[in-house]
């Protein structure tokens, strides 16, 4: 099931599309991409650039089109286990007060669990 987004949202994300899409095609290549990460600050090497490209081009033209942008963002947008992460942030379930080696480096520090994510992460396990 796919998030609603707003006009307002549309627009933005349209605006976002536009700054990466570096030579106006309506299309985000591996070039483009890395020059995003680049100015992040957060340089990678060709390779790691392109498997994000392969991961997100829905129609294999080792591209991203705007339309492949926007159902990815919908996707992340509606994410039930998102969704359910966030309900489990704000209610604070499960968080657990574990001690470490020494009082100093126990104080403070909590540490976050849900059933519903350890099932995920067993399940691909």
Not at 77 to 84: L, N, P, R, T, Y
């Amino acid at each position: 099931m796919a998030g609603k987004i707003s006009k307002d949202e549309l627009e933005e994300l349209r605006e976002a599309f536009g700054k990466i899409d570096l030579d106006g095609n309506g299309s985000i290549c591996d070039y483009e991409l890395h020059e995003l990460f680049k100015e992040a600050n957060l340089p990678l090497p060709g390779y790691k650039v392109r498997e994000i490209i392969q991961k997100l081009d829905r129609n294999k033209d080792n591209k991203i089109s705007f339309d492949e942008f926007l159902s990815i963002f919908q996707e992340l947008k509606s994410s039930d286990i998102a969704k359910s992460f966030r309900k489990a942030i704000n209610r604070k379930e499960g968080i657990l007060a574990i001690g470490g080696t020494s009082t100093q480096s126990s104080e403070g520090t909590q540490h976050s669990f849900s059933g519903e994510l350890l099932t995920f992460s067993f399940h691909f396990y």
